[in-house]
């Protein structure tokens, strides 16, 4: 018996070699350049961009929630606050968008609902603000570090600033 043709293995080694390429672009680096400030552009549509800004603000009014309802005891008010910006917000977002998006980046937004998620357990089983407030800043950690490491940029557009 022959062994393989080193014909095809080597289109094989190329089609691989290919695929891994690929991967890392679309799975671990997403669409993103440097910027001057030091911070990761992730360069998005304008819609792609205005939807995950729109679900930052979500977040953090879902913080101001938890912090007034917290001082208040409402623990009630806490959960569902805290809950309703968990995992069920990260559900149905478009495969296209997600492969802009860093892998790094990624892991911190899905860390940060499963934090909500968790942020809610607690509020279920405590009735201490400072519990909650505790978790809440360190919760937050996670938000300073996006900020700190990414912004949002349209492809195609010129980008100074």
């Known amino acids: ?3 393989g043709c080193w ?6 080694l190329v089609l691989a070699l290919t695929l891994v390429g ?17 911070r990761t552009v992730v360069l998005l549509s304008a819609d792609e961009r205005n939807m995950v800004l729109g679900e ?14 917290a001082t208040k005891g409402d623990m009630a008010e806490v959960s ?12 149905g977002e478009s495969a296209a968008m997600l492969g802009k998006i860093p892998l790094d980046f990624m892991k911190l937004g899905m860390g ?5 998620d968790a ?12 519990v909650v407030l505790g978790e809440l800043g360190s919760l937050m950690d996670r938000c300073t570090s996006c900020h700190a490491g990414y912004r ?3 492809e195609g557009e010129d980008r100074e600033n």
């Not at 014909?7 to 094989?12: F, L, P």
């Not at 569902?80 to 559900?91: C, F, K, L, Q």
């Not at 942020?119 to 400072?130: F, Q, V």
């Open 152 to 154: 949002f940029g349209i």
């Open 112 to 116: 940060t609902h499963k934090a909500f």
């Open 7 to 12: 014909v095809c293995k080597g289109i094989s």
């Open 56 to 69: 930052m603000r979500g977040l953090l009014e879902a913080v101001q929630t938890v912090v007034q309802a």
């Open 1 to 3: 018996m022959k062994r």
């Open 119 to 130: 942020l809610a357990d607690t509020a279920d089983s405590t009735d201490d603000p400072l």
């Open 22 to 38: 690929v991967g890392y672009i679309f799975v671990v680096k997403g669409n993103v350049e440097p910027h001057a400030d030091g």
């Open 80 to 91: 569902s606050a805290a809950r309703a910006v968990g995992m069920v917000a990260a559900e």
